[in-house]
């Protein structure tokens, strides 16, 4: 079993910046598909970045049209952290966000299907 904590979550004013964070509990794999998912007050979870790791080293990277050049997903393997900086916020970003993981795979999308594992979230609020 694999549990995800998030964190970092806030209220900015539009353009600043937020980093959020993902404890994971533990690797069962040398290789996962971790995902970052948002999801609006009366709008369905949508996916907004994804890492592949294989072995500590970064594979490839996902990105959602809405958030390229602005959010960077990453990881740091010896902190068993996964983190996701956002910056230029705008009021579109307020969202509850999740991070997602699935051991063994690379990652083919952002797609909620491909995730076993969910945190609880961390509310971030981007005010105008």
């Known amino acids: 079993q694999v549990q995800l904590m998030e964190s970092g979550g806030g209220s900015v004013h539009a353009g600043g910046s937020l980093r959020l964070s993902c404890a994971v509990s533990?690797?069962?794999?040398?290789?996962?598909?971790m995902g970052w998912f948002r999801q609006a007050p009366g709008k369905e979870r949508e996916g907004v970045a994804a890492i592949t790791i294989d072995d500590t080293s970064t594979i490839n990277t996902r990105y959602a049209d809405s958030v390229k050049g602005r959010f960077t997903i990453s990881q740091d393997n010896a902190k068993n952290t996964l983190y996701l900086q956002m910056n230029s916020l705008k009021p579109e970003d307020t969202a509850m966000y999740y991070c997602a993981a699935r051991p063994g795979v690379y990652c083919s999308g952002i797609v909620q299907g491909l995730f076993t594992y969910w945190g609880q979230g961390t509310q971030v609020t981007v005010s105008s």
């Open positions: 533990r690797y069962t794999s040398s290789r996962y598909c």
